[in-house]
């Protein structure tokens, strides 16, 4: 099955820096990579997804990136603002047409004003 | 709301007690997936059905565990005898039938005592 590493587990920055967060993973032929944000006891909500078909993908402060050769995507968050505090689940859909999950262990990101 | 809602949203249990959870996906959306998800982990996904057929279950999903989707609208996940290692939030989450953008509910937190 799919094996999805993430990192960092956590990560604080000051508010206006830019936000790494990094997703490896197993399945070569895996072609779908979403990210999700979750605010404390609320629901993941899908914020940015990369089909494996591009390498790049922009929706305003977010941004992600997808190399195929090497496993592994990257979540951007630039000028980053206190509402941006959440946790941040990368995941690597199963091939084969379930498109079943698996995620990261997630992201803490604290973003200080 | 036309979002993907469950019910009950908290479950307080005592061990050994048979609990149901409900999920309603969107309306249109024919896949429907349960997760399980503990403090610092990434939804770990348990089922899926496509309309009303379960479709695939994860190794995660023991006997005394049961999901149904009777009429491919809402579904029930039944956990029999509960246990203190069942305590966690059970998400719900619907998608189209590419399976690829999934909308999750607000879950609910289970707590076995």
């Known amino acids: 099955g799919e094996n999805v590493e993430q990192h960092p587990s956590t990560l604080s920055v000051q508010e206006g820096d830019s936000a790494v967060i990094k997703c490896t993973y197993s399945?070569?032929?895996?072609?779908?990579f979403p990210w999700y944000k979750q605010e404390l006891g609320k629901r993941p909500q899908l914020i940015i997804d990369?089909?494996?078909?591009?390498g790049e993908k922009k929706d305003q402060r977010i941004a992600v990136t997808l190399n195929k050769t090497a496993k592994h995507f990257s979540l951007h968050i630039t000028e980053t603002q206190p509402e941006d505090s959440a946790v941040y689940f990368c995941?690597?859909?199963?091939?084969?047409?379930?498109?079943?999950?698996?995620f990261g262990r997630g992201t803490s990101l604290i973003v200080h004003p | 709301d036309t979002g993907v809602s469950q019910d009950p949203r908290h479950k307080i249990t005592k061990r050994g007690q048979n609990v149901t959870f409900r999920c309603d996906p969107i309306?249109?959306?024919?896949?429907l997936y349960w997760y399980r998800q503990t403090l610092g982990q990434g939804p770990e996904f348990l089922t899926y059905?496509?309309?009303?057929?379960?479709?695939?279950k994860s190794r995660l999903l023991s006997d005394r565990f049961s999901a149904e989707r009777p009429k491919g609208s809402f579904s029930t996940l039944e956990i029999q005898r509960t246990e203190q290692g069942d305590s966690a939030m059970y998400l719900c989450?619907?998608?189209?039938?590419?399976?690829?953008?999934?909308?999750f509910g607000p879950g609910t937190r289970l707590t076995v005592t």
């Open positions: 989450a619907s998608s189209q039938s590419s399976g690829r953008v999934q909308y």
């Open positions: 399945d070569s032929a895996s072609n779908y």
């Open positions: 990369i089909r494996s078909n591009v």
């Open positions: 995941a690597a859909p199963s091939s084969g047409g379930s498109y079943i999950p698996t």
């Open positions: 309306s249109e959306h024919n896949r």
């Open positions: 059905f496509q309309n009303e057929a379960q479709l695939e």
